[in-house]
């Protein structure tokens, strides 16, 4: 060889080997075993948005976007069902199709648990994650009791009840391996700050902070760890903890507490009065299962 050949030779060999190295990440990204990722839940499993319906823009369908530069390959498999509550979770059979997630299977002779166990325990070794959003609407309602408090201690003994009952089925089903992850809700009811009723209005938004607090969310604690699942805490991610001293200005709504800002910001409640997320609020309660998903805990 040459000395002209080593130096045309020496440049050559450097470009392939960056290339190569440069390449790598890609091939193993795309090299990665699919996965499933089974969904149960309410509207926010379903990815629900006024005006729209079920959408790709919910936490479900964000999150193995989140994860795939992580080196996790996930397929959606949603069982989710707009309207569930703890109750027909595990009790009511067939979901109506306009309820169901964007590319979900019907199952209208199983209990939405059923199915998702069933499908489970059928790919129990490709099944790498379950999330479960459930227990919203089994309190929506005590917004609009005179004695909310009391209304939310008695719908949470379902939630703790019924939730545990799911969790254990669902641990049954997949094994000791799939994560398991519960998620709590935005406080959006911090937003009837914003709507008419004055004094009352405001009342409810700070008393929703101690439903969340000391009622709802301990439950969901509860009743996730008897199937040895975790929960995300989006009520705190969202801003629901704040304190309520603390002003800015949100047009149009003028000076309004922190907390009260931040959930107008995610959700469609202070502009719309719908419980429900925007795409961004979403992306909040998707980011806290991705980390979640792939941290070593």
């Known amino acids: 060889m040459t000395n002209r050949s080593r130096r045309l030779t020496l440049p050559v060999l450097l470009v392939a080997?960056?290339?190569?190295?440069?390449?790598?990440?890609?091939?193993?990204a795309a090299a990665a075993k699919q996965k499933y990722y089974v969904a149960l839940g309410d509207s926010?499993?379903?990815g629900y948005q006024p005006g729209k319906g079920s959408t790709r823009n919910g936490?479900?369908?964000?999150v193995p976007g989140l994860v795939k530069s992580r080196g996790y390959n996930l397929k959606i498999v949603n069982f989710g069902c707009?309207?569930?509550?703890t109750t027909s979770l595990i009790k009511q059979k067939g979901c109506n199709k306009d309820a169901l997630g964007p590319g979900a299977a019907p199952y209208p002779k199983q209990t939405q648990i059923a199915a998702a166990t069933k499908f489970i325990r059928a790919h129990r070794s490709e099944v790498a994650l379950i999330t479960v959003s459930i227990g919203g609407n089994d309190v929506t309602a005590c917004a609009r009791e005179a004695k909310a408090i009391p209304c939310v201690g008695r719908a949470t003994t379902g939630i703790k009840e019924n939730v545990a009952a799911a969790a254990k089925a669902l641990r049954a089903a997949a094994g000791p391996k799939p994560k398991?992850?519960?998620?709590?809700?935005?406080?959006?009811?911090?937003?009837?700050?914003?709507h008419p009723g004055g004094a009352a209005a405001e009342s409810l938004a700070k008393l929703s902070v101690i439903a969340f607090k000391s009622l709802i969310n301990p439950s969901l604690v509860t009743a996730y760890g008897k199937g040895k699942g975790s929960l995300v805490d989006v009520t705190t991610a969202t801003g629901g903890y704040g304190s309520m001293s603390v002003f800015e200005t949100l047009a149009p709504y003028g000076s309004i507490p922190k907390?009260?800002?931040?959930v107008c910001r995610v959700s469609y409640y202070c502009e719309l009065g719908d419980i429900?997320?925007?795409?961004?609020?979403?992306?909040?309660?998707?980011?806290l299962v991705a980390d979640k998903f792939v941290s070593k805990k």
């Open 44 to 46: 926010y499993a379903v």
């Open 259 to 262: 907390p009260v800002a931040d």
């Open 82 to 85: 707009g309207g569930a509550t």
């Open 17 to 28: 080997l960056t290339a190569g190295l440069i390449a790598a990440p890609a091939s193993n």
């Open 276 to 287: 429900h997320l925007t795409t961004a609020g979403y992306r909040v309660v998707a980011q």
């Open 180 to 194: 398991l992850i519960g998620t709590t809700y935005p406080d959006v009811v911090l937003g009837a700050w914003v």
């Open 59 to 62: 936490y479900v369908y964000q």
